[in-house]
């Protein structure tokens, strides 16, 4: 959902920093791992003492990281299938963070076991939703769709635990992660089920015969 913007971030807002990265020599790989580790920082250092929105805000600077890099590897020439690897496997360091960070948040200044477990299902299914995807890639299948999309779950997350923290209103954060618990969940069943389906036709026309009745 939220891919209709990256034209606007990648074209006007971030620019400068495309250019001024490229003039310096870095190397898009070097953006990707210090935006993960701003990312990290912000949320595992911030989080757990309860400082939200210092935390959003570190993690929000950072998180267009992951912008600047693609778009320096388009200008530059360099996209490569380790850069792909690199970023994906990141990704999931960076979101595994954030939502670890909530879990620290509420198993210590948040006191709220229910909460931590809550946090800690989002942490959980939101990789099982990345890896769903990639492996289905990875045998050939197609996986795409749902309703929680990487991005989704994190201008989400950051979005409510922000405003939560700004006026106070901790239902925000709540509501946020209680949204994502059923849309992580349904993204997993709806991907699992749509690979079943191709995999169920594949293996049909492996043997020779009809794709059988799911």
Do not use: H
């Amino acid at each position: 959902m939220l891919d209709r913007f990256k034209g606007f971030w990648q074209g006007v807002m971030l620019a400068p920093f495309v250019r001024l990265f490229i003039r310096l020599g870095i190397s898009p790989d070097v953006v990707t791992l210090v935006g993960t580790l701003g990312v990290a920082a912000g949320a595992l250092v911030f989080f757990p003492q309860g400082m939200l929105l210092t935390g959003v805000l570190v993690i929000t600077a950072f998180v267009f990281s992951d912008l600047i890099d693609g778009q320096m590897a388009r200008t530059l020439g360099r996209s490569s299938r380790f850069g792909a690897f690199w970023d994906s496997t990141l990704d999931r360091i960076g979101d595994g963070a954030v939502f670890g960070g909530l879990v620290l948040f509420f198993a210590g200044p948040g006191d709220s076991t229910l909460y931590t477990a809550v946090a800690l299902y989002c942490l959980v299914m939101g990789s099982v939703t990345s890896y769903a995807r990639a492996r289905a890639e990875s045998l050939g299948m197609d996986a795409k769709g749902g309703l929680a999309e990487r991005a989704d779950r994190l201008v989400l997350i950051l979005v409510a635990t922000g405003l939560g923290a700004i006026f106070d209103v901790a239902f925000l954060m709540y509501a946020a992660l209680w949204i994502l618990v059923f849309a992580n969940t349904y993204t997993v069943v709806f991907r699992v089920a749509k690979v079943r389906r191709q995999a169920l036709a594949l293996d049909a026309q492996a043997a020779g015969g009809d794709a059988p009745a799911v």
